[in-house]
C-alpha cells in the first residue's frame, strides 16, 4: 500500500504509474488524481495544444506532398523561373549583395566539407558552355561519380568534349577515374581504330 500525496488515500502499489526517478519507482500521487490533474491542465492550456496539433499536422502535410509532387513542383519552378527571369535574378543579386559575407563562408564550409562538389561543378560548367550536357541527363549520377572519386584520382571523359572528328557528351557513360599522370598523358585525345583524334 501507498498513501497517495493528493487525495492522502492509501491504495494499493498497482494504482500507481512508474517513475523512475522517485526512491519506490512510483509516482507520488494515484492515476485518479493524474488524470483529474491531466484534465485540469488540458483545459488550461486548450489553445495552445490545438495551435501545437494544426503546426504538426501542417508540417507534416507539407513534408508529405513536397516528396509526392517534386517532379511537378520541379518543373513548375523551371516554368516560373523563366517567365520571370528577369525578376528573379534581380531578387537573387539582391540577396547575395546583402548576404555576401554569410553565403561565402556558408560555401567556403559546404566546398571543405564536399570537395567533390568543386570538381563536379567545374566540370558540368565547363561542359555546359561546350553544350555538350544534353537536357535528359541524370545529374544526379554525374554527381554520384563525381563524389565517389576515389582520392589521388581524377574524373576524366573517355570521349573529348571538343574533337575535331568526334565529340563526346557530358554525361555519366562518358566519364572514368585516371591518376593525374594518366589524365596528362591522355589529354584531349581520343583513339579510334589506332588514329589518335585530337582537339
Known sequence: MKICFRCKEAKPLSEYTVDNKSKDGLRSTCKACNAILGKVWVTANKDKLREKGRGERWKSYLRSYRKEHKADRAAEARRYR??????????????????????????????????????????????????????????????????????????????????????????????????????????????????????
Open 82 to 199: 523563366a517567365k520571370y527571369r528577369d525578376e528573379v535574378r534581380a531578387h537573387r543579386r539582391k540577396h547575395y549583395a546583402e548576404n555576401k559575407e554569410q553565403l561565402s563562408a556558408y560555401r567556403a564550409e559546404y566546398i571543405k566539407n564536399h570537395p567533390w562538389f568543386n570538381r563536379e561543378a567545374s566540370s558540368r560548367h565547363r561542359a555546359t558552355v561546350l553544350q555538350r550536357t544534353p537536357k535528359w541527363v541524370d545529374y544526379e549520377a554525374l554527381k554520384e561519380i563525381f563524389r565517389n572519386c576515389p582520392k589521388d584520382m581524377v574524373v576524366d571523359h573517355i570521349i573529348p568534349l571538343r574533337g575535331k572528328n568526334v565529340s563526346g557528351l557530358h554525361v555519366p557513360s562518358n566519364l572514368q577515374y585516371l591518376t593525374p599522370e594518366e589524365n596528362g598523358k591522355k589529354s584531349n585525345k581520343f583513339v579510334i581504330e589506332g588514329a589518335c583524334e585530337t582537339t
